[in-house]
C-alpha cells in the first residue's frame, strides 16, 4: 500500500510565529543551560587570568600603601562577585530572549519560504533549522571564533562586532546562493549533481569572503591553549544546541498541529 505524501507546513503566520516563539523560548533555555554548564567554568578561568594580569603591575604600588591598596582590593572583589552573580543570573535570560527573537525570524523565513518548496513541514523545520545554523553560527564562527575574557583589544571591539555582522551577512549569501543553485538542478538527473553543487556553491562563496576580510589574532601568547580551546568548543557547543532545538521543536509543534481532530460521538 503506497505512503500517503505528508502535508505542506499548515497555519496561518501567526500560528508559525507563535510555534516560532515557543520552539525558540525552549531553545533558548536550553542553550542557557549548555552555556551555563559548558561554558562558565572557562569563563571563570579566563576572569581569574584576566585579574591576576591587571594585578600584577600594582604589587609595587601595593608596598607603600598597603592599607589603602587592601581596602580597594577587597572592595574589587566583591564588586566582582556581585557582577559575575548578575551575569549569571542574566543568562537565561539572555538566551531566552536571543531564542524568542531567532524563533520569530525562523518562523517568518518558514511562512515564505513553504510556498515556494515541496518539502513537508518535519524537513522544511529541519533543513531551515541546519541552513540558519550555517549562515549564522558556523560561517561567522570558522572566521571569528568567539573569545572569552581577557582575550581581545578593547580598543577594536567595534570593528570586531563590524567583522562579525559582515560574516553573518557573507553567510546568508552563501545559504542564498546554495538554495538558488539546488532549486535551478532540481530536475537535473545526476543525483550527485543536485546534491554537490549547492554545497560546492556555498562553500565558493564562504572562501571568496573569508579572503576578503581581515584575520584577527589578537589571543596573547601568554594565554593557554587548552582554555581557548575550550571555552570555543563549548560557544560551538550552544549555537548546535540552540539550532537543533528550534528545528527539532518546531517540526514537532508543527506536526502536532497537523493531526486531525478527533471528534468524540
Known amino acids: 500500500m503506497p505512503l500517503k505524501p505528508e502535508a505542506p507546513m499548515p497555519g496561518t503566520f501567526v500560528q508559525l510565529l507563535l510555534r516560532g516563539l515557543l520552539a525558540g523560548l525552549i531553545a533558548g533555555l536550553l542553550a542557557g543551560a549548555v552555556a551555563f554548564v559548558a561554558g562558565e567554568p572557562h569563563i571563570e578561568s579566563a576572569i581569574a587570568l584576566e585579574e591576576a594580569a591587571g594585578a600584577a603591575p600594582s604589587l609595587g604600588a601595593a608596598e607603600h600603601s598597603h592599607d589603602a591598596e587592601g581596602a580597594a582590593g577587597h572592595s574589587h572583589g566583591d564588586d566582582a562577585t556581585v557582577n559575575r552573580s548578575g551575569q549569571k543570573a542574566g543568562l537565561f535570560l539572555a538566551t531566552a530572549l536571543t531564542g524568542l527573537a531567532v524563533g520569530a525570524l525562523f518562523a517568518t523565513v518558514l511562512h515564505f519560504a513553504r510556498r515556494r518548496t515541496n518539502l513537508s513541514a518535519p524537513v522544511l523545520a529541519l533543513t531551515g533549522a541546519v541552513l540558519g545554523w550555517l549562515a549564522i553560527g558556523a560561517v561567522p564562527f570558522l572566521k571569528y571564533p568567539a ?89 560551538f557547543a550552544v549555537q548546535i544546541a540552540l539550532w537543533a532545538t528550534l528545528g527539532s521543536a518546531f517540526a514537532f509543534l508543527t506536526e502536532r498541529a497537523s493531526r486531525p481532530v478527533r471528534v468524540v460521538a
Open 147 to 235: 573569545n572569552p575574557p581577557a582575550v581581545g583589544d578593547p580598543d577594536t571591539i567595534d570593528q570586531r562586532t563590524w567583522l562579525w555582522a559582515a560574516t553573518v551577512v557573507l553567510g546568508l549569501i552563501a545559504v542564498a546562493v546554495a538554495v538558488i543553485v539546488a532549486k535551478a538542478l532540481a530536475n537535473n538527473e545526476f543525483r550527485t549533481v543536485r546534491l554537490v553543487a549547492p554545497a560546492l556553491a556555498f562553500l565558493i562563496v564562504v572562501s571568496l569572503g573569508y579572503l576578503v576580510l581581515p584575520t584577527i589574532d589578537e589571543v596573547g601568547e601568554d594565554f593557554p591553549a587548552t582554555l581557548l580551546w575550550d571555552f570555543r568548543v563549548s560557544s
